[in-house]
Every structure is written in C-alpha cells, then in structure tokens.
C-alpha cells in the first residue's frame, strides 16, 4: 500500500508555471505507474499525465502536450508536474495517483491509490 500526498499548488496568472509534487510513502515507490488527474467544478475528472516505474516513458492529455512534464524521482519517492504556459481552463483540483500495473493507464479506473489533491488556480 502507498499514501499519497500532493502540494505545489496554488493561484497563478495566465501564462504562468508552477511545478505540483506528489510524495509517496512506502519502499515500494519504484514499482508503480504514477498519474496525474484533475478534477474542475462541475466536471469529470479527467487524465492529464502518467510515468512509468522507470520513467523513461510519459505519456500525456491532448489538451497539456507540450505545456506539461511529469517526471519522477525514485530515490525521493516523488513524481513532480511541471506545468508552463497555464491557461484559465486548466483550473481544478490536481489528483495524484499510483497503479500497481506495469502498463501506464490514462483511465482512472486503473489506479489504485489517490491523493487527495492540490488545488490549481489560473486567473485570466
């Protein structure tokens, strides 16, 4: 089992970056897929990054390719968002989370441990 905790978030104006942390507990860190998730007002949560265990292979939404970075660091048991170019609509609550599938879902379904959330505010 792992527990999960995000910080970094914040408000920020159009245009800005800020970088999201997510700090895993357990030895086992290197073992999970590891995902980033966003929820606005009103909506669905939706995939926005995910990394495998090595992290040699991201994969990311349409709607942050190019802006986003995920990465992670297995010696501090931490993934990191790296988030540049913020625009209004990427406001929402970020979720970190953690798969025991060697694959690297974009479905929420297939992860199994959460956090519980780091709040982003882009101001236009």
């Known amino acids: 089992q792992v527990q999960l905790v995000e910080s970094g978030g914040g408000l920020v104006q159009a245009g800005g970056s800020l970088r999201l942390s997510c700090a895993a507990s357990g030895r086992t860190f290197c073992r999970y897929t590891m995902g980033w998730f966003r929820q606005a007002p009103g909506k669905q949560r939706e995939f926005v990054a995910a990394?495998?265990?090595?992290?040699?292979?991201?994969y990311y939404a349409d709607s942050v390719k190019d802006r986003f970075i995920i990465s992670r660091d297995n010696t501090k048991n931490t993934v990191y968002l790296q988030m540049a170019s913020l625009k209004p609509e990427d406001t929402a609550l970020y979720y970190c989370?953690?798969?025991?599938?060697?694959?690297?879902?974009?479905?929420?379904?297939?992860?199994?441990?959460w956090g519980q959330g780091t709040q982003v505010t882009v101001s236009a």
């Open positions: 989370a953690a798969s025991e599938t060697i694959m690297v879902p974009t479905t929420s379904l297939r992860y199994d441990y």
């Open positions: 990394i495998n265990w090595s992290g040699d292979r991201p």
